[in-house]
């Protein structure tokens, strides 16, 4: 098989593996999840590329689908006053404070990593 082969069967199953766990995702009760919030991300083409991860109720990006995952995309963290902070746990940047979640994944969208493109099938180490 040439690499070409390969590449266009990884990025199938990669994109494969995206789409089933934001199906899954999607279907989520709210005891999970809030579903505005899984609906407000997948709602941005961009990231409807990336693999969604939950921990705590919120709603983790990543490029890449297997452990140990990406942390340079922002996550939307409520906050106690209303709205949303957006901050990007790589560098611990905070590009914004928003009122609604559709603003806040908006602003994840306009402010993914250089040359985010769709998730890949492996680790962060392997990007």
């Known amino acids: 098989m040439t690499s070409d082969m390969t590449d266009k069967r990884s990025s199938r199953n990669a994109a494969d593996i995206v789409a089933a766990q934001w199906q899954a995702f999607l279907a989520f009760s709210d005891e999970v999840i809030d579903p505005e919030v899984v609906r407000a991300a997948y709602a941005q083409p961009p990231l409807r590329e990336l693999f969604p991860a939950i921990s705590h109720g919120v709603l983790y990006l990543s490029r890449c689908t297997q452990y140990p995952w990406t942390h340079d995309v922002g996550t939307a963290f409520p906050q106690a006053s209303g709205g949303y902070r957006v901050r990007r746990q790589s560098d611990n940047t905070l590009p914004g404070v928003t009122e609604t979640l559709e603003e806040a994944y908006r602003l994840i969208a306009a402010n993914l990593p ?6 890949i099938d492996g680790t962060a180490n392997d990007l």
Do not use: K, Q
């Not at 250089?114 to 998730?119: F, I, N, Q, R, W």
């Open 114 to 119: 250089e040359g985010c493109g769709p998730a």
